[in-house]
């Protein structure tokens, strides 16, 4: 999908959006639900940071952590989260795709992804996370949040796009698909994540579809 004359899963695509909005957002209700999961003396991993509300947020409330790293493949995102919040949380430009080069073999106790899936194409959603679990420890877990199927029933806000060979509907014209539970069940299970557990969280009001996976 093409938003701006850009492909809304490129670089450049979310570079624009940083530069033309303030994105101060803490996402109160995934905050806490994270804050009672993680255990002290966890290392943290947040992808898709943006500019850095969420990490510098957690790290206020939970000072006990052992380290929060927060990504983001925007770098005016990362040098606005770098200047509001100019502590010991690592902010990194990193592609998400790419996370063994970017991250040298660090690896996590915690991983969060707040309504970062829906934003890649169908067929880089299990890329993303194949990624995202080679960094996670063993025992580890990764929180998801992703924008439930009721969020956009309407028709009218329906975009028409071509998936291996079959014409779908994706939500909006930013979103390349919203969530059941099923469907993110079967993200942490497809080969070779393999998560060892997956629990759920229901946000009705909200309509986010809320899980944290264990892997084995």
Known sequence: MIIDGLEINSPEYWELRHQREPWPRTSGWAMDIVTKQIPPGASVLEIGCGQGAFAAKLLELRPDLYSV??????????????????????????????????????????????????????????????????????????????????????????????????????PNDYHYNNWSEQEVYDLFMIHPCRAQSVKFWRRRRKNRVIAEATKA
């Open 69 to 170: 790293t927060a990504i983001d493949i925007s770098p005016t995102a990362i040098s606005l989260a770098r200047e509001s919040f100019p502590h010991v949380i690592d902010f990194l430009v990193a592609d998400v795709f790419e996370l063994r080069d970017h991250l040298k073999g660090e690896s996590y106790d915690y991983i969060i992804s707040i309504q970062n899936f829906e934003h890649w194409r169908l067929d880089q959603q299990p890329k993303a996370m194949h990624q995202c679990w080679t960094r996670l420890n063993h025992g580890g877990k990764f929180f998801f949040t992703g924008v439930g199927k009721d969020w956009s029933l309407d028709i009218m806000n329906a975009t028409e796009m071509e998936f291996e060979g079959k014409t779908i509907m994706a």
